[in-house]
């Protein structure tokens, strides 16, 4: 597992409308300090962020209305929001999608299902820099 002081006090939000994966993710976070938000889907994710500033976003790409890849475009475009590290976790696969998730300004492009044990450390390869 990562070190908990790490990710300690980090704030991340979830965006994915399914809600098994979305409590796994936050737990498995919120296990190692973080303060976790959950978003089912791309307009509620935009509505969490008025009020709630994350160092990073956890977004599957498969969404409902507006797919995550807009999302995450939306927001790198936003200065408000465009610092904010956006993790692609994600069951679409191949090569094309991982291009894609780059290209939205995504920093990582995992794919599902989640391993519990090492995320928190992948997720620590990803901010680290960043923050």
């Known amino acids: 597992m990562a070190n908990a002081e790490l990710l300690?006090?980090?704030?991340?939000?979830v965006v994915d409308d399914d809600?098994?994966?979305?409590?796994?993710v936050?737990?498995?976070?919120?296990?190692e300090g973080c303060e976790v938000e959950i978003a089912p889907n791309a307009e509620d994710a935009l509505t969490t962020l008025v009020s709630f500033r994350p160092d990073f976003i956890v977004l599957e790409l498969i969404l409902p209305l507006m797919s995550g890849?807009?999302?995450?475009?939306?927001?790198?475009?936003?200065p408000a929001t465009r610092k904010i590290v956006i993790i692609a976790?994600?069951?679409?696969?191949g090569p094309e999608a991982e291009r894609a998730t780059r290209?939205?300004?995504?920093s990582a492009y995992?794919?599902?299902?989640?391993?519990p044990l090492s995320?928190?450390?992948r997720v620590l390869e990803c901010l680290d820099g960043a923050l």
């Open 8 to 13: 300690k006090g980090l704030r991340a939000l």
């Open 26 to 31: 936050s737990v498995v976070l919120r296990g």
């Open 119 to 121: 995320f928190p450390e």
């Open 103 to 106: 290209d939205a300004g995504c």
């Open 89 to 93: 976790l994600t069951v679409v696969n």
């Open 69 to 78: 890849l807009l999302l995450a475009q939306r927001l790198k475009a936003d």
């Open 110 to 115: 995992f794919r599902k299902p989640l391993d």
């Open 19 to 24: 809600a098994a994966s979305a409590k796994l």
